[in-house]
Antibody
């Protein structure tokens, strides 16, 4: 059974940094592209970033480009999202998800990031 | 950027009724459309991909259709567990996907 577990969320001040993790199990992590998707409180879904299976290619939404960095450690079956220069509008639940059939097939339960002073 | 517009924003129906949800793309996306279901406090769950293919374990009462710019998700007979928010998502510019604003299916 596919399982994705995010961690690392919390309260951070504007301009601060945070690193999110997503531990994967139940599938061969190193062979799947992965993504982060976020959801602001009471709002819809917004794609944030993607990373290829090997980690050699990364993609970002314009809203986070230059501030967020996605990486992965295939030896640990773990996906990461480094968040820097955080703004109030980055407040959201952050989900990791894997790509199958070119869609986001399985999702974690999410981790809440709150940016506030 | 391709914009997806979902309608209606809210659909009020009773269990056993048929639900028809719409998703319109700002330009043609062939059949590169998926549907997700999200319940309060839970992660989204993939229902349909490539416009009409049900994901693993999804009941047959869920069906998707359409191509180009107009798509529909139909739930033939609503079960109590189907009351949720539904999102469409396009992958025409994969992996830079975009989502619709969602349709809430609520109990009438």
């Amino acid at each position: 059974e596919v399982h994705l577990l995010e961690s690392g969320g919390g309260l951070v001040q504007p301009g601060g940094s945070l690193r999110l993790s997503c531990a994967a199990s139940g599938f061969t992590f190193s062979t799947y592209d992965m993504s982060w998707v976020r959801q602001a409180p009471g709002k819809g879904l917004e794609w944030v970033s993607a990373i290829s299976a090997s980690g050699d290619r990364t993609y970002y939404a314009d809203s986070v480009k230059g501030r967020f960095t996605t990486s992965r450690d295939n030896s640990k079956s773990t996906l990461y999202l480094q968040l820097k220069s955080l703004r109030a509008e980055d407040t959201a639940v952050y989900y990791c998800a894997n790509w199958q059939w070119l869609v986001l097939a399985y999702w974690g339960q999410g981790t809440l990031v709150t940016v506030s002073s | 950027e391709i914009v997806l517009t979902q309608s209606p924003a809210t659909l009020s129906l009773s269990p056993g009724e048929r639900a028809t949800l719409s998703c319109r793309a700002s330009q043609s996306i062939s059949t590169f459309l998926a549907w997700y279901q999200q319940k309060p406090g839970q992660a989204p769950r993939l229902l349909i991909y490539d416009a009409s293919t049900r994901a693993t374990g999804i009941p047959a009462r869920f069906s998707g259709g359409g191509s180009g710019t107009d798509f529909t998700l139909i739930i033939t007979s609503l079960e109590p567990e189907d009351f949720a928010v539904y999102y469409c998502q396009q992958r025409s510019n994969w992996p830079r996907v975009t989502f619709g604003g969602g349709t809430k299916v609520e109990i009438k």
